[in-house]
């Protein structure tokens, strides 16, 4: 097998060929690590890579595999890590001078439960700082380019995940999702991004237990592949407060045969928040009409999101001082402007501010709950616009109207991240320019099972795992 061909090759894939001997722990990491090689100077998705410890990881693996006997489901199946997560005794950076040289000397969870299943850890991913923002560029390593035009934006904050999928770098992908941190770049890159339930993926080791936007979730280049990982790492833990428990073995079945007939299916090309360029605009709605084609309903309708803005804008501040205003008395200057003027924000928040926008999100969560008493499924395009210059910072205006700031131009991904709501981006239909458009998928509460399925049965009518960017 080519080395092309084994880096595209699926993690389900790759899994039976393990378990089967039919292909080595050693030969897959070492050809993925060539491709590295080959591939990575191009997009910068790897910020880190370790080939001796992956190599070393891939040894054991094969040892185990010839022992014969029980192996995971990730058995000697490579992964990468976006590099806000912790990763014992590989640098993580989060994006930043601050921790430049920083060498963790523990897991987080998501990453123990990926080796625990056999997975290899082969790198980390480059992330902006701290996530803050859906370009990925950074002062430690510089910018993530798109593979399918390297003068654009991967979009962010897990661009370098992303890219690393589309390039055939790796099958799986550890990302993270604020505001659509797993949605974005997933859209931008043409692979499959899937923001679960707050709770469902534990996160741990974390600053703020508690918080309920945040979640850390899996990335692949197909719906099977995201659905497999994601029964890795889900389910309940003690240290992470609001986990829960989960029935993982739901996740691959839902996705194996997927049917969907009867569901009440609503499309929105806007949720009435933002503007979206007609071109995104008309591919997205050409994709939720193929729903019809698999004995859905579909109707153009959407949630009342009230004042979402402002519940964006006071949470997301609120969250940036508790994370990171200890950071401005030293480090003000080499940290991302837009980071900076975020925590700012935080500090002209007033508690009545605070308190508005809680009970505002609370506002807007019932009317949502009320939305899918009519409908199982929301389709939106996940993004407003196609991929930007990577030296633009983030869209100043879409169809004339201005972006009030960096974050306003990812409404309809970070408007569903307020409610809770499990939403996946599929790839779904090109820009005439050659750019991958997303279609963002929302479920009811804790139904990620129908969210894979519907998914799954979307990409079997409308397939892309063998497209591939122009980057060899």
């Known amino acids: 097998m080519n080395e092309t061909d084994l880096g595209f090759m699926p993690a389900t ?158 099958p799986l992908a550890t990302g993270s999702d604020l505001g659509g941190s797993l949605r974005i770049p997933a859209s931008f890159c043409g692979v499959v991004g899937f923001r679960t339930s707050p709770g469902l993926v534990p996160v741990f080791p974390s600053f703020l237990g508690w918080d309920t936007l945040a979640v850390e979730g899996p990335m692949a280049r197909t719906v099977k592949d995201t659905a497999l990982m994601l029964s890795v790492i889900a389910g309940s833990d ?23 007939r009867g569901l009440r299916i609503a499309w929105s090309p806007d949720l009435r928040l933002i503007p979206v360029e007609q071109e ?47 950071k401005l008395k030293d480090w003000r200057e080499k940290m991302n402007p837009n980071l900076v003027w975020n925590i700012e924000q935080g500090f002209s928040l007033t508690p009545q501010q605070i308190g508005q926008a809680e009970k505002e999100r609370t506002v ?23 991929p930007f210059p990577v030296e633009v910072s983030f869209p100043k205006e879409i169809n004339g109207q201005p972006m009030t700031n960096y974050t306003d131009w990812f409404l309809l991904t970070y408007a569903i991240t307020i409610t809770g709501l499990p939403a996946i981006s599929v790839p779904c239909g090109w820009t005439a320019e050659g750019f991958p458009v997303g279609l963002q998928i929302v479920g009811r509460r804790l139904d990620e099972a129908t969210v894979l399925r519907a998914a799954a049965a979307f990409e079997a009518i409308a397939p892309w795992r063998d497209k591939r960017p122009p980057v060899e």
């Open 238 to 260: 003690d240290r992470a407060p609001f986990s829960y428990p989960a029935d993982t073995r739901e996740f691959l079945p839902a996705v194996e045969r997927p049917e969907i």
């Open 280 to 326: 995104i605009r008309s591919v997205a709605a050409a994709a939720a009409r193929r729903f019809t084609e698999l004995g859905c309903t579909i109707e153009q309708d959407e949630p009342d999101f009230g004042r979402v803005r402002e519940v964006i804008q006071a949470t997301r501040a609120l969250r940036m001082v508790a994370l990171h205003a200890d």
């Open 364 to 386: 807007i969560y019932q009317q949502v709950c009320q939305f899918f008493e009519h409908y199982d499924l929301l389709l939106t395009p996940t993004v407003a616009v196609p």
């Open 13 to 170: 894939e790759l899994a039976a060929a393990v378990k089967k001997k039919a292909l080595s722990p050693v030969e897959i990491v070492e050809t993925l690590l060539a491709r590295i090689d080959k591939i990575n100077p191009k997009v910068n998705a790897y910020c880190t890579v370790v080939p001796e410890l992956a190599r070393d990881a891939a040894r054991k693996a094969e040892a185990e595999a010839l022992r014969g006997g029980e192996i995971g489901p990730l058995h000697g199946v490579p992964v990468s890590v976006k590099d806000l997560t912790l990763t014992a005794g590989i640098r993580t950076t989060f994006g930043s001078k601050i921790f430049e040289h920083f060498i963790p000397e523990e897991d987080a969870l998501i990453v123990q439960r990926l080796k625990a299943a056999g997975a290899i850890v082969i790198g980390k991913t480059n992330t902006p700082e701290f996530g803050a923002g859906a370009n990925t560029y950074n002062a430690v390593f510089g910018a993530t380019r798109n593979p399918w035009k390297l003068s654009h934006t991967c979009g962010g904050s897990s661009g370098g995940a992303a890219v690393a999928l589309a390039c055939g770098l790796g």
